[in-house]
C-alpha cells in the first residue's frame, strides 16, 4: 500500500542540490505523492515548477506562514490567488500554510504585538481568499489555537476543508475541531515518548479522519530522530500509527491515503 505526505517543505532539498534523491527514497519507501508546501513568494513559484516536472507525484501549496509576515505584508498575499489561474493542472491544491504562532515572537511586547497584529490580518485575507477560491486550508497554529479558530469560524469558510497540519494540541481541541468538521493532521511527533497527549488526540480523532505528514526537514520520526526529516520517513509514522489504532500497515496506509485524496482532491498517481 502507498502513502500520501500531505505537509513537507522540499525547498532545502532544491536549494542543496538533493531534491532528486530524496524524491527517489520517498518512491522506494511506497510514498506515493506529496505536497510541499508554501510559506512565502521566494518558494511558490520554485514549488509550482518542482510540481510541474514531477506531475502526479509532487502537489504543492501556496500561503503566507505566520512568521513569514512583516510590514509589507499585503504585497505577498496579492500574489496568492494568481496561482489560480491558467493552467488547471498547475493550480496549487491548498492554501496555506497560514494562520497564527505566539511561539516565534520577540520578547519585547510592543514589537510582539505589532507582529501578531500582522499576522491576524494577513491570516484574515487569506481566509477571504480561501473563501472566494472554495480551496482546502493548511493551517499553522503554534500557541494560538483559540484564536486560530475563532478567525475560522468568524470567516465563514467551509469548516471540512481545514486541516490544522503538524497537529500537537489535545483531546479538548481535537473535539473543536471535529465538532466543527475540521481535521488534524499529524507528524513524526506521534512516534515521539514524551507525545501522550498528541497519541491521545490522534486516537480521539479516529483513523477515518487521520492524515499524516513529515513537516520535513523538521521533527523527524523515530527512529532517525535527531537528523534531518524527508518525505520518505512518513513510513515510519505510519507504521507507528498502525500500532496505535491496531490495524495492519496496509490498513493505515489505505485509510490515510484515501483520507488525503478525498480532502486535497487528489488524483490517483498511477
Known amino acids: 500500500m502507498t502513502l500520501i505526505d500531505t ?54 501549496t501556496v500561503g503566507l506562514h505566520p512568521c513569514s509576515v512583516d510590514a509589507g505584508w499585503e504585497g505577498a498575499v496579492a500574489q496568492i490567488a494568481s496561482f489560480w489561474s491558467g493552467d488547471a493542472s498547475l493550480r496549487p491544491v491548498a492554501l496555506g500554510e497560514t494562520g ?11 514589537k510582539a504585538a505589532e507582529i501578531f497584529g500582522w499576522q491576524r490580518a494577513a491570516f484574515a485575507a487569506q481566509l477571504a481568499m ?26 465563514g469558510v467551509d469548516w471540512t476543508r481545514v486541516v490544522f497540519h503538524c497537529f500537537t494540541e489535545g483531546e479538548a481541541e481535537m473535539a473543536e475541531l471535529t465538532r466543527r468538521g475540521g481535521v488534524g493532521s499529524f507528524t513524526g511527533v506521534l512516534t515521539y515518548k514524551s507525545a501522550e497527549l498528541v497519541r491521545a488526540a490522534a486516537k480521539a480523532q479516529g483513523l477515518g479522519r487521520l492524515m499524516i505528514e513529515t513537516d520535513a526537514p523538521y521533527l523527524t520520526p523515530m527512529p532517525h530522530r535527531g537528523k534531518p526529516n524527508e518525505p520518505a520517513f512518513v513510513r515510519h509514522t505510519a507504521e507507528f500509527a498502525a500500532g496505535l489504532f491496531g490495524v495492519s500497515y496496509d490498513e493505515l496506509a489505505a485509510t490515510t491515503t484515501a483520507n488525503a ?10
Request: hydrophobic fraction near 45%.
Open 261 to 270: 485524496r478525498r480532502f486535497f482532491a487528489l488524483a490517483k498517481n498511477q
Open 7 to 60: 505537509h513537507t517543505h522540499l525547498e532545502s532539498f532544491a536549494r542543496a542540490g538533493t531534491l532528486a534523491g530524496a524524491l527517489e527514497r520517498a518512491r522506494a519507501a511506497g510514498v506515493e505523492s506529496m505536497i510541499t508546501i508554501g510559506t512565502a513568494p521566494d518558494d511558490w513559484t520554485a514549488y509550482r515548477d518542482i510540481a510541474r516536472d514531477s506531475q502526479g507525484f509532487v502537489n504543492y
Open 130 to 155: 480561501v473563501k472566494r477560491l472554495g480551496c482546502p486550508l493548511v493551517v499553522h497554529s503554534r500557541g494560538a489555537f483559540p484564536e486560530s479558530v475563532a478567525m475560522i469560524d468568524a470567516s
Open 100 to 110: 497564527l504562532d505566539r511561539f516565534h515572537l520577540p520578547k519585547d511586547e510592543a
